[in-house]
């Protein structure tokens, strides 16, 4: 398996640069870790993240698995910020309490035109799954 393209640093400075937008409000989403075809991010708890009877919402969620797949597409092939989502297919498994929820990101395929990857969302202090994301993402020609 080759090395990444761009490093941790780089990585979180591409994303904080095009992104800015996915702070707002406070800094929530922590990319802790890349690596070939992989990358781990951390949601960290916040009220705005949870929804009425005391669960973090499931758009929180599919925002974290978007952005953690789109992370190690990134370490993986350089900055290109013109990477899309093409799909996105969530199987919410149990609610998590309130708390920081920790995303492990799988590229399954990496290829010129379209990375496949998949996302198991657990509670950063517990093993239980409590969602499984996969994705699509067109990259455009380089």
Same mark, same amino acid.
């Given at each position: 398996?080759?090395?990444?393209?761009? /490093?941790?640093?780089?990585?979180?400075?591409?994303?904080?640069?095009?992104?800015?937008?996915?702070?707002?409000?406070?800094?929530?989403?922590?990319?802790?870790?890349?690596?070939?075809? =992989?990358?781990?991010?951390?949601?960290?708890?916040?009220?705005?993240?949870?929804?009425?009877?005391?669960?973090? =919402?499931?758009?929180?969620?599919?925002?974290?698995?978007?952005?953690? !797949?789109?992370?190690?597409?990134?370490? /993986?092939?350089?900055?290109?910020?013109?990477?899309?989502?093409? =799909?996105?297919?969530? /199987?919410?498994?149990?609610?998590?309490?309130?708390?920081?929820?920790?995303?492990?990101?799988?590229?399954?395929?990496?290829?010129?035109?379209?990375?496949?990857?998949?996302? !198991?969302?657990?509670?950063?202090?517990?093993?239980?799954?409590?969602?499984?994301?996969?994705?699509?993402?067109?990259?455009?020609?380089?």
């Amino acid at each position: 398996m080759s090395a990444t393209i761009l /490093n941790l640093p780089e990585t979180r400075d591409f994303l904080d640069r095009e992104f800015p937008q996915m702070q707002a409000g406070g800094r929530a989403y922590h990319l802790e870790a890349v690596g070939p075809l =992989s990358a781990r991010m951390r949601l960290a708890a916040q009220e705005r993240f949870l929804r009425p009877g005391g669960t973090v =919402s499931g758009p929180a969620m599919m925002a974290l698995a978007d952005y953690a !797949l789109y992370a190690a597409i990134l370490a /993986n092939i350089g900055p290109v910020a013109l990477a899309v989502t093409t =799909s996105l297919t969530f /199987n919410f498994l149990r609610k998590p309490a309130p708390g920081d929820l920790l995303a492990a990101c799988r590229l399954l395929k990496l290829g010129r035109r379209l990375a496949v990857g998949e996302v !198991l969302i657990t509670p950063a202090d517990g093993e239980d799954l409590v969602c499984h994301a996969t994705g699509t993402y067109a990259i455009p020609p380089r």
